[in-house]
């Protein structure tokens, strides 16, 4: 069993960074895609970024890029969320997940964590 951890969410005013961690046990780390997605109140769940198994390749959604970047660190099982310069439309439930193959669809990912909630004030 995968098992996901996320931390490093808070309270930060606009314009404020915020770095979100997931770190990841119970199989091999370097054998999954990892995404981000973020739920806001009352919002369905929105894919926010995935990076590959080696860390080579990233995407994101339009609304976080030249904000947000996504990475790894396949020796601490760990993959992280660079957060600038945040808007109060950042508000959400970040969840970590992790997938077999690279992509942005929530369906694809078959472990997920519990959550870390990111609230970014006006």
């Known amino acids: 069993q995968v098992q996901l951890v996320e931390s490093g969410g808070g309270l930060v005013q606009a314009g404020g960074s915020l770095r979100l961690s997931c770190a990841v046990s119970?199989?091999?780390?370097?054998?999954?895609?990892m995404g981000w997605f973020r739920r806001a109140p009352g919002k369905e769940r929105q894919f926010v970024s995935v990076?590959?198994?080696?860390?080579?390749?990233?995407s994101y959604t339009d609304s976080v890029k030249g904000r947000f970047t996504i990475s790894r660190d396949n020796a601490k099982n760990t993959v992280y969320l660079q957060m600038n310069s945040l808007k109060p439309e950042d508000t959400a439930t970040y969840y970590c997940?992790?997938?077999?193959?690279?992509?942005?669809?929530?369906?694809?990912?078959?472990?997920w964590g519990q959550g870390t909630q990111v609230t970014v004030s006006s």
């Open positions: 997940a992790a997938a077999n193959g690279y992509s942005g669809r929530s369906s694809s990912y078959d472990y």
């Open positions: 119970g199989r091999t780390f370097s054998s999954y895609a």
């Open positions: 990076i590959s198994r080696s860390g080579g390749l990233t």
